[in-house]
Nanobody, 117 residues
Framework: QVQLVESGGGLVQAGGSLRLSCTTS????????MAWYRQAPGKQRELVAT???????NYAESVKGRFTFSRDNAKNTVYLQMNSLKPEDTAVYYC???????????WGQGTQVTVSS
């Protein structure tokens, strides 16, 4: 089992920044990829960014150039730095730990990000 605890959400004005954190514990040796998803009201959950154990990142087109996914292996923590936030970034952000993509991932509890215009 893997446990994920997110923090760092909040209310920010458009153009502002937030940094989300996700700390993992448990059987983290089995995890190959960490991911951030988000779900806005009335919309499906969407993949925002991923980072592999080797530090390779991928981003959704909507956040490229604005969001940065990083990891601190010593702290078992990943971060999502979100800059130039837009109202359309408003959503609940979920951290996810992936063993392999054919397995059900582990999920955090979610953290609310609200961007006001």
């Amino acid at each position: 089992q893997v446990q994920l605890v997110e923090s760092g959400g909040g209310l920010v004005q458009a153009g502002g920044s937030l940094r989300l954190s996700c700390t993992t514990s448990g059987s983290i040796f089995s995890i190959n990829t960490m991911a951030w998803y988000r779900q806005a009201p009335g919309k499906q959950r969407e993949l925002v960014a991923t980072i592999t154990n080797g530090g390779i990142t991928n981003y959704a087109e909507s956040v490229k150039g604005r969001f940065t996914f990083s990891r601190d292996n010593a702290k078992n923590t990943v971060y999502l730095q979100m800059n130039s936030l837009k109202p359309e970034d408003t959503a609940v952000y979920y951290c996810s730990a992936v063993e392999t993509w054919d397995k059900t991932p582990y999920w955090g509890q979610g953290t609310q990000v609200t961007v006001s215009s």
